[in-house]
């Protein structure tokens, strides 16, 4: 079946620090990923996306490559900022559904 | 613009009490609709999906269910509610034609069942 597996949290960082979260998916095919970023108290937005093998997606200094051959996807930034502090959600389209990881809490300390 | 509104925003019910939470959708017609649900410390669960008025997909059994009634609107209910029942729910939509987009995620609704 289709599963997203997330690195456990939380992570804490200092601002400024290199932020590595690792996504890796079982899948039939070759879905769509997605990254979501959960502020505190609010819905899911999404971060960024990539839709086939090699795509890179980036916004707001996030960036994340579509990995086939490891079927990754993990979530990179070069230097995080407090404002980053949230929860962030691997998923993958199957479908008319997108399934996602268990999330990955990142607190960023000043 | 499409937007996307749940209501209410907080909600505090006694155990066996009923529920509805309300999802609507502006600026798109004939939308994928989804509830999910998140538990405290834990991971997005997906309660049903509908792809069209009056069809609704259940991901899970339990003691929830949904409807649609009109084209834009989603309605998550319970007849009874169980502790278990307590958490943060979100609706979402997406296009109905396009199979790699994302889902577009409203604020939220947080219910606590004492």
């Known amino acids: 079946g289709n599963s997203v597996t997330q690195m456990e949290g939380p992570v804490t960082l200092s601002e400024e620090a290199f932020l590595t979260i690792n996504c890796t998916y079982t899948a039939t095919g070759y879905p769509s990923l997605f990254w979501y970023v959960q502020y505190p108290g609010e819905g899911l937005q999404l971060l960024l996306k990539?839709?086939?093998?090699?795509d890179k997606g980036s916004n707001k200094g996030f960036e994340a490559t579509y990995r086939k051959e490891t079927t990754s996807f993990h979530l990179e930034k070069g230097s995080v900022q407090v404002s980053d502090s949230a929860v962030y959600f691997c998923a993958l389209r199957a479908g008319n559904k997108l399934v996602f990881g268990a999330g990955t809490i990142l607190r960023v300390k000043s | 613009s499409q937007t996307i509104h749940q209501w209410p925003a907080t909600l505090v019910q006694p155990v066996g009490s009923p529920l509805s939470l309300e999802c609507t959708v502006e600026?798109?017609?004939?939308?994928?609709l989804y509830w999910y649900r998140q538990a405290a410390g834990r991971g997005l669960q997906l309660l049903f999906y509908?792809?069209?008025?009056?069809?609704i997909s259940s991901e899970v059994p339990q003691n929830l269910s949904a409807s649609r009634p009109q084209d834009r609107q989603f309605i998550l209910s319970s007849k009874k509610l169980l502790l278990s029942d307590s958490g943060f729910y979100l609706c979402a939509w997406s296009a109905r034609q396009v199979n790699t987009g994302e889902l577009f995620f409203g604020e939220g609704s947080r219910l606590t069942v004492l």
């Open positions: 990539a839709t086939k093998a090699d």
């Open positions: 509908s792809v069209g008025i009056g069809q």
């Open positions: 600026g798109t017609s004939n939308p994928n």
